[in-house]
């Protein structure tokens, strides 16, 4: 029957030999489970709650053929009949729940990082330190052979299908490239020889594994670097690969290499669509589109007007498991939405750790962090509606306590009503309005504009303070000056900000207070591409015009720090550099290593490498970090009530939301 609301997100797909219940494919995510201790066992888990959630097709994440093409000295491999068993704990399960999966390949190439690396052409990448050897032309056969291996594994191991890896500037796309491939044999030279290596990918699984198993090839359809495919290579390989045998082509947006922003949260929603559209207008097979799409609204739009045949999502999954299933009991406004921030996900594998959310702390760790239903449910109080305290009373209550939320201000959120203001931040107001929803299907009382004291909260059974933050004032002589304002007026909107601005800070909130000021909100694909130098009407090679286009600021704004180094060390590990670049081409002084005399009406005075040095300026906004807020917690412990101590207020340093939301979840599991 039609669905009412997404009748095309809900129409299956028919591939022939087999028909996916919708149109929506769970996108490819390395999670570190796969290393992990018993990692399988919560591999199964993990993927079997997103098969129950009704995802129409599911894909792991990258496993190597071989031991050369491991993306780290111990990443999976699949290369062996006793390794394809571990897999079938993960078919079986997602079999169980009706879902469909298909394995992905990936070889990292000149990516991997370990000295074993291979690749067309001995030419070490940016962002290795690994110089690869090259491959003989034995080598890249052998290399063709071990594909088809491994897709052969992957059939005995039960799955659905491969995805073969041919993006993200992985090693097909090195072999694509003129500039990564400087070969003389049959796979280098022209682009017809240099294509040959994927469709010898593709013809050689076909050839193992027969005419019924799904083979999606994720195909790179904007490089976002200057030697990438031109739209004539990528058309021509194609249609050389539907020849080949592939059942579905995916997309795949930029080298990891590329200085352009792809998934991260400030790239406006579907950014980088339209180029699959382009796609689908030369070939006959389905074609799936991808990057920053996570409602299903938008998935809807995206195949209604013929974008694409499939949609795919991947950090959406982890955010919520449910997704499909709340669009489909028209419960939209219930999905937990994934804010593209890539903090608890991307930044922790990147990190060589354990991928989760940040705004669904139990992604990963299905089988550990169960809600569990209460044998006595319990009075609680939580003070604070930040994360923390939004975190802990949705937690508690789904387990069965009565949960009353006391909050000062007059909406839930705390500090996500000032970061749902920066620009390229707009996907916060998605939490406050999941935990919104939740909070009031789960039961919550919540008390607004209410200032918990201490007597009030005498007869509960458990006290949560969640109070968070008080923004730190530094000791600068001047600070009282009317021309200092905290990051809090500013976001606020409490205050006027002059044409010269000083920033005493460069944290998280620096470098925001300082984007608050240089950039609109909501910035279109437009806006966005013209920025970064995206050519989305792919007339230059690999999409990039090489010319970024930031508009000057109304400000001139200096940013300041006392540690020496880089500004904006500390922040993502795979978003930090985004903002470092927007300020700098927002022409953003920075300056490190300096200490602060003093404040007057004309500036700051400060001394660096033993100078002393002005910096005019008409406002100074502090964003110098954050002190804990714990008034009630003496005098509740020493009224002998039990205490639970949470996010910002149990510790401010180094806090962030994946931490507080976190410390929600397991203090509810622990009440
Ligand atoms: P808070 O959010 O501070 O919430 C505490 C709440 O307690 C407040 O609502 C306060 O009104 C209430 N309260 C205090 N005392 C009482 C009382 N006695 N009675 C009732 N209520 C009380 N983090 C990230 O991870 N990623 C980001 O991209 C990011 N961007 C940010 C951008 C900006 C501009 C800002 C300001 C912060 C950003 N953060 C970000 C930080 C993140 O918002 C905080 O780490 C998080 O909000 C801390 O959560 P919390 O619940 O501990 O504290
Ligand atoms: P922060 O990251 O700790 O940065 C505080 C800044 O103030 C630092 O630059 C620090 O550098 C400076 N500082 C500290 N004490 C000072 C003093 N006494 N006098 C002058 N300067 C001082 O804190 P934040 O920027 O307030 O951010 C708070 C939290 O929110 C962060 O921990 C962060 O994780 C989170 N957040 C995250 C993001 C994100 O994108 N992930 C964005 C915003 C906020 P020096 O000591 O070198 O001067
Ligand atoms: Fe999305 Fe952030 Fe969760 Fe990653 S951590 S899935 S980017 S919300």
């Not at 491969?162 to 500039?179: D, P, R």
């Not at 290499?257 to 980088?272: D, L, Q």
């Not at 939580?382 to 949705?394: E, H, K, T």
């Not at 966005?528 to 999409?543: A, E, I, Y």
Request: proline content about 4%; overall charge neutral.
């Amino acid at each position: 029957m039609t669905h009412s609301t997404y009748p095309h997100l809900f129409a299956p797909l028919d591939l022939g030999f087999t028909t996916l219940k919708n149109r929506v494919l769970m996108g490819s995510m390395h999670t570190g489970l796969e290393e992990a201790k018993g990692g399988f066992e919560r591999l199964a888990s993990f993927y079997a709650e997103r098969a129950r959630g009704g995802c129409g097709l599911i894909v792991t994440g990258g496993i190597a053929p071989n031991r050369a093409g491991r993306l780290s000295p111990f990443a999976s491999k699949l290369t062996n009949e006793s390794e394809a068993k571990e897999h079938a704990l993960i078919t079986q399960a997602v079999h169980e729940h009706e879902g469909k999966i298909v394995l992905q390949i990936l070889h990292a190439g000149r990516y991997a990082y370990h000295p074993f690396g291979v690749a067309p052409s001995r030419i070490k990448s940016p962002i290795s330190p690994f110089k690869p050897w090259p491959l003989t032309t034995c080598g890249v056969k052998r290399t063709i052979s071990h594909f088809a291996r491994c897709a052969r594994l992957a059939k005995q191991a039960g799955y659905d299908g491969v995805e073969v890896m041919g993006s993200e500037g992985y090693l097909i796309t090195q072999f694509l490239s003129a500039k990564t491939n400087k070969r003389r044999d049959d796979f280098g030279g022209d682009y017809r020889n240099r294509m040959r290596f994927p469709i010898e990918i593709v013809k050689a699984i076909r050839a193992e594994v027969g005419e019924d198993f799904i083979i999606i090839f994720r195909l790179s359809l904007l490089d976002c670097v200057p030697f990438g495919s031109s739209w004539e290579e990528i058309t021509e390989l194609a249609l050389a690969l539907q020849e080949a045998g592939v059942t579905l082509l995916n997309t795949g947006i930029g080298w990891h290499e590329a200085r352009v922003p792809t998934i991260a949260t400030m790239v406006p929603r579907g950014a980088f669509t339209s180029v699959t559209k382009k796609l689908k207008q030369v070939v006959k097979v389905p074609v799936i589109t991808s990057n920053r799409i996570n409602a299903p609204d938008q998935v809807e739009s995206l195949l209604a007007d013929e974008t694409a045949d499939m949609v795919s999502m991947a950090r959406p999954f982890l955010a919520d498991p449910d997704f499909i299933t709340k669009a489909k009991s028209d419960e939209s406004e219930r999905i937990n939405t994934c804010i593209a921030c890539n903090q608890a996900c991307l930044d922790e594998i990147f990190q060589g750790r354990q991928a989760t959310c940040l705004v669904n702390p139990q992604a990963g760790y299905e089988t550990q962090k169960p809600l569990i239903p209460v044998k006595e449910s319990k009075d609680i109080a939580i003070v604070g509606a930040g994360p923390a305290g939004m975190s802990a009373a949705l937690y508690s209550a789904k387990r069965g306590h009565h949960v009353t939320l006391y909050e000062s201000a007059n909406e839930i959120g705390g500090q996500f009503n000032l970061a749902k203001q920066i620009p390229g931040k707009e996907e916060f107001y998605e939490t406050l309005r999941y935990f919104a929803n939740e909070l009031n299907a789960a039961g919550v009382k919540i008390k607004l504009g209410h200032r918990a004291v201490v007597n009030e909260l005498l007869d509960y059974d458990h006290i949560v303070v969640a109070t968070g933050i008080t923004p730190r004032q530094p000791a600068i002589p001047g600070i009282d000056l009317p021309h200092v304002h905290s990051y809090l007026e500013v976001l606020q909107g409490k205050v006027a900000v002059g044409k010269q601005v000083v920033i005493i800070g460069a944290g998280g909130i620096g470098f925001d207070v300082a984007t608050y000021l240089c950039e609109q909100s909501n910035q279109s694909i437009e806006e966005f591409t013209t920025k970064w130098g995206v050519d989305l009407s792919m007339q230059t090679r690999g999409g990039i015009t090489g010319e970024t286009t930031f508009a000057v600021p109304s400000h001139e704004i200096t940013l300041c720090q006392r540690k020496a180094g880089k500004l904006g060390k500390n922040l993502g590990k795979t978003t930090g550099w985004i903002h470092r670049a927007e300020l700098k081409h927002y022409g953003v002084k920075q300056v490190n290593n300096i200490q602060y005399d003093k404040i007057d009406e004309q500036g700051v005075h400060v001394t660096r490498d033993g100078k002393a040095m002005f910096i005019p300026a008409e406002s100074i906004i502090i964003c110098a970090g954050q002190q804990s807020l714990t008034e009630l917690v003496r005098p509740l412990e020493n009224a002998g009530k039990s205490v639970h101590i949470i996010g910002g207020a149990k510790l401010a340093a180094e806090l962030d939301a994946k931490r507080a939301i976190a410390e929600g979840l397991d203090c509810a599991l622990a009440l």
